[in-house]
């Protein structure tokens, strides 16, 4: 993550923690540049936009994966191998999120700061 300044937001965490996040930002970041297109099923994008989306994806996701998905040449294929690879923490993040939820309390917090933090990190 040498090129960290130029990136538009957080790389893709070789975990996938940020998995959800990143894909929002992908995908808004691709409709403001008029790429949605390129990560859709049968797309006529032209080899300039395929290119152009597949240096976005391949600059916003972690090293080690860079290297994994190294012979990817397709912006589509990319997308579909990290969705079919992180998809499944939807499963396990909103159980997570719901305890969370259950558990919120007001009183646990020394501010209203650290309580509205805390509350919006879950509804994320």
Same mark, same amino acid.
């Given at each position: 993550?040498?090129?960290?300044? #130029?990136?538009?937001?957080? /790389? =893709?965490?070789?975990?996938?923690?940020?998995?959800?996040? &990143?894909?929002?930002? $992908?995908? =808004? @970041?691709? %409709?403001?540049?008029?790429?949605? @297109?390129?990560?859709? !099923? *049968?797309?006529?994008? %032209? #080899?300039? !936009?395929?290119?152009? /989306?597949?240096?976005?994806l391949r600059h916003h996701i972690d090293d080690g994966m860079k290297y994994e998905y190294l012979t990817v040449e397709n912006p589509l294929e990319l997308?579909? #191998?990290?969705?079919?690879?992180?998809?499944?923490?939807? +499963?396990? +993040?909103?159980?997570?999120?719901? #305890? *969370? &939820?259950?558990?919120?309390?007001?009183? *646990?917090?020394?501010? +209203? %700061?650290?309580?509205?933090?805390?509350?919006?990190?879950? $509804? %994320?």
């Open positions: 993550m040498a090129n960290i300044k #130029n990136q538009k937001f957080i /790389a =893709l965490d070789i975990l996938g923690k940020n998995y959800l996040s &990143w894909v929002l930002d $992908v995908k =808004l @970041h691709f %409709s403001a540049k008029k790429l949605r @297109h390129t990560i859709k !099923e *049968d797309n006529a994008a %032209s #080899n300039e !936009e395929r290119a152009t /989306a597949l240096i976005f997308w579909q #191998n990290l969705h079919y690879r992180f998809e499944h923490l939807k +499963v396990i +993040v909103l159980p997570k999120a719901l #305890n *969370d &939820w259950s558990q919120l309390r007001f009183q *646990d917090f020394k501010t +209203v %700061s650290e309580y509205n933090y805390t509350l919006f990190k879950i $509804v %994320s």
